[in-house]
């Protein structure tokens, strides 16, 4: 079946701690947050079919710096191009990352999701395997509290069958206190959610 969504470009661009670092040229933003290690680089990887567009690592805590690719797509009736910064962020709730580290990936994350104004929406990954975090549920509601739209992502549904895979993320749903909350399932091995990622993209454009 011809997809709706085709990714035509993704290539990385800047990497920031800073708003003097972000692009220069303002682009709409769909932005990646999660734990350590809960997939993003994969994912990325995943949706733009680009392979090591984003370095995969087993270190948990490895991105460190606000990270932006530019993605272009065409969207099946429209003949124009629309191009978009993926941006990938630093993981959370790495325990072995020093405190004044956290302290700093929390400040200039937190000043780039408030001050950015392009954010059309956040994607944030949560392991289908584990049940959500303290982590995953305060970042749930801080991005909530501040008006930011999100799309949980539940990532490595590979990893579980249908129905534990159903079960955990009704766990998720419960933990974040949301039962009635969309969470789409991602497998970045398997392609699985993929055009269902773009189609959201898509339309957020």
């Not at 690592?57 to 990270?67: D, L």
């Amino acid at each position: 079946m011809k997809e709706r969504v085709v990714v035509t470009q993704g290539k990385y661009c800047v990497s920031a701690v800073n708003r003097d670092q972000y692009p220069s040229v303002k682009r709409p933003e769909i932005v990646f947050i999660g734990r350590s290690n809960v997939g993003k680089s994969s994912l990325i990887n995943s949706l733009t079919r680009v392979r090591n567009l984003a370095h995969v690592s087993g270190q948990p805590g490895k991105t460190q710096t606000i990270n932006f690719y530019d993605v272009g797509i065409k969207i099946a009736g429209d003949e124009s191009r629309h191009d978009f910064y993926l941006v990938d962020l630093p993981g959370y709730g790495y325990a072995k990352t020093g405190k004044a580290q956290r302290l700093t990936w929390k400040k200039f994350i937190e000043e780039y999701l408030l001050s950015s104004g392009s954010i059309r929406f956040i994607a944030q990954l949560i392991d289908i395997r584990h049940d959500a975090m303290k982590s995953d549920v305060n970042m749930f509601q801080w991005l909530v509290a501040n008006g930011l739209p999100v799309l949980v992502v539940a990532t490595k549904s590979d990893k579980l069958g249908r129905d534990a895979g159903s079960r955990q993320i009704d766990n998720i749903r419960r933990a974040l206190g949301v039962p009635e909350l969309d969470i789409l399932p991602y497998s970045s091995l398997k392609g699985e959610g993929r055009s269902e990622l773009l189609d959201v993209i898509a339309d957020s454009l």
